[in-house]
C-alpha cells in the first residue's frame, strides 16, 4: 500500500511534467539584439557654400528609408538607406531595445564634428531573436550621445514582420 501511493504521486509528477514541458503556449524569446552593423562610406555629398542652393536643399530634404525583413531563423536583415548626416562620419552604431511588443532603435555615429557638407550613408545589420508579428516601432537618429527624443525621432508606427516579407519605411528626415 505505501508502495502504491508513492508510485501513483510519482506517475502523477512526471505526467504533470512532461504536459507543462511540452506547452508551446507561451514561447520564450531572449531579448532582441543587434550584431554586423556596416556603415558604408560617404555616398554623395552637398555643401551649403559650394552647391547651388537648389540641389543643396534638394540632397538635405531627401527621406532615407529603413528596409527591414525578416528570415526563417528570426534574423532581421536590415538597411538605413540614404541617410544623411555630416560629411566627418567614419562609422554608425545601432542600438535596439524592446519591452511590451515595442522595439526602439537608435542609429548615432562614432563621433560628432562640424562640418560645412553632408553625406548619404547605407547602414547594414541585423537583428536577433524577433519572432513574426506586428510591432510598435521608434527610430531615432542622434548624435554620438545618443540621447533621444521626440527631436530626433525619424520614424513612429506599427510594423508587422513576417517571414520572407521585405517592409520598406520612410523616414521623416
Known sequence: MKYRKAIN???????????TACSTENAVV????????KSSGC??????????PEYYNSFA???????????????????FADF???????L????VSSSDGKIVLVLYPDK??????ICQYDVDFK???????????????????????????VYSGTVSLEKGKEVVLTMSR
Request: hydrophobic letters at 40%; one cysteine or more; aromatic letters at 6%.
Open 43 to 52: 555616398k554623395a555629398s552637398a555643401s551649403m557654400l559650394d552647391s547651388r
Open 127 to 153: 537583428m536577433q531573436n524577433i519572432v513574426p508579428g506586428s510591432y510598435q516601432l521608434e527610430v531615432y537618429h542622434t548624435t554620438a550621445d545618443k540621447q533621444i527624443s521626440k527631436g530626433n525621432m
Open 61 to 79: 530634404g531627401k527621406q532615407s528609408v529603413l528596409r527591414l525583413s525578416l528570415g526563417a531563423d528570426n534574423i532581421v536583415n536590415a538597411r
Open 84 to 90: 544623411t548626416d555630416n560629411c566627418a562620419i567614419d
Open 92 to 95: 554608425f552604431h545601432v542600438d
Open 9 to 19: 504521486r510519482l506517475a502523477g509528477f512526471c505526467l504533470f511534467v512532461s504536459v
Open 112 to 117: 560628432d564634428m562640424l562640418t560645412n557638407c
Open 30 to 37: 531572449g531579448s532582441i539584439g543587434v550584431s554586423d552593423v
